[in-house]
């Protein structure tokens, strides 16, 4: 079996008050493109992608993260009220706040090479 190409970009995401670890690793046994691990800090990230696919894959997981610190990690947690300018809200507040964290991770993420 050949080796998972590796994509070159920051290990770890800092989010203020603690830093996921990330990890790239297969989940096809999973059935998974990737994951967040709240526990271990750590998100995993298949590299088995295509470079967009991983990308998104990877953004995808910071959103859950991002959407975790605001109090709406899980399903329950958002209000029925929710309108979409609450939620347009909180997404640009979550991008801004990690991205100026993390301003290489997001140039790899954002880099269209």
């Known amino acids: 079996m050949p080796k998972a190409k590796k994509y070159i970009h920051p290990d770890e995401l800092f989010v203020g008050h603690k830093t996921f670890k990330i990890v790239q690793r297969s989940l096809s ?11 271990e800090n750590r998100i ?3 590299p088995n992608q295509s470079p967009e ?3 998104a894959t990877l953004l995808h997981e ?14 329950e947690d958002i209000p029925k009220s929710v309108t979409n300018e609450f939620l347009t809200a ?7 706040l990690l991205s100026s964290m993390n301003p290489d991770l997001f140039k790899f993420l954002f880099n269209h090479e």
């Open 44 to 46: 995993i990230v298949d």
């Open 53 to 55: 696919d991983y990308k």
């Open 62 to 75: 910071i959103f859950h993260i991002g959407l975790d610190m605001f109090g709406l990690g899980d399903d």
């Open 90 to 96: 909180v997404t640009t507040n979550m991008i801004v």
């Open 29 to 39: 046994k999973e059935e998974l493109y990737g994951c967040v691990e709240f526990k």
